[in-house]
């Protein structure tokens, strides 16, 4: 019974990345590479908002990392491979699989798994949604005729700046994941008795 629903869930899901993309090759005679921006982007937004609003914090950290491989995606459509491929490694490879090792670490075993606090939600559904009104304002006011195609980065100009101009930001970054691996292990191997 439980496989029929997931297969029905993976085709509403299929249903509502797809259908943009359709939307922008069919009706608004775009390219490719148009409906497949279209199609990442939903998929982003989709899982963006299963992250918070889902109760099960294992699940909100899955949809983390299909939030965090759409916009790899859109890294790969806009030309910026190595942008992508570090998007992959250290957000997916590291910062969400860290997320989740914290998360099941540090739970109680005994308790629940659900969260059980989501207070903030008025405040963050009226942030949400000054911060959209902002972005649409910023995204209306643009000149998008100068961005006719897509920029390739090269991976040597961008090594030189990354550790040429920019190692003090790369290195202190190093630093404060050091010392977050630190923190979330000394969090989970702490004695239950001790305050």
Same mark, same amino acid.
């Given at each position: ?38 199609? @990442? /982007?939903? $998929?982003?937004?989709?899982? %963006?908002? +299963?992250? *918070?609003?889902?109760?099960?914090? &294992?699940?909100?950290?899955? !949809? ?6 759409? @916009? /790899?995606? $859109?890294?790969?459509?806009? %030309?910026? +491979?190595? *942008?992508?491929?570090?998007?992959? &490694?250290?957000?997916?490879? !590291? ?9 099941? $670490? ?18 963050? !559904? ?70």
């Amino acid at each position: 019974m439980r496989a029929w629903l997931y297969l029905i869930a993976a085709a509403v899901a299929g249903g509502i990345v797809t259908t943009p993309a359709l939307f922008v090759l069919i009706l608004l005679k775009g390219t490719f590479t148009d409906a497949l921006v279209a199609s @990442l /982007a939903t $998929l982003m937004l989709a899982s %963006g908002i +299963a992250v *918070v609003t889902m109760r099960d914090i &294992i699940r909100c950290g899955l !949809a983390m990392i299909v939030c965090f491989l759409a @916009l /790899a995606g $859109l890294y790969v459509t806009l %030309g910026a +491979a190595m *942008v992508a491929a570090a998007q992959v &490694i250290v957000y997916i490879g !590291a910062i969400s699989v860290l997320i989740l090792f914290a998360i099941m $670490l540090t739970q109680d075993k005994i308790g629940s798994n659900r969260l059980v606090f989501q207070t903030q939600a008025a405040p963050a !559904a009226v942030a949400a949604i000054i911060i959209a009104v902002l972005v649409a304002l910023a995204a209306a006011g643009t000149n998008w005729g100068a961005v006719g195609e897509a920029v390739r980065t090269a991976t040597g100009d961008l090594a030189k700046l990354l550790f040429g101009n920019y190692v003090l930001a790369f290195e202190a970054v190093s630093v404060l994941l050091l010392a977050a691996v630190i923190g979330g292990v000394f969090l989970a191997k702490r004695e239950k008795d001790v305050p």
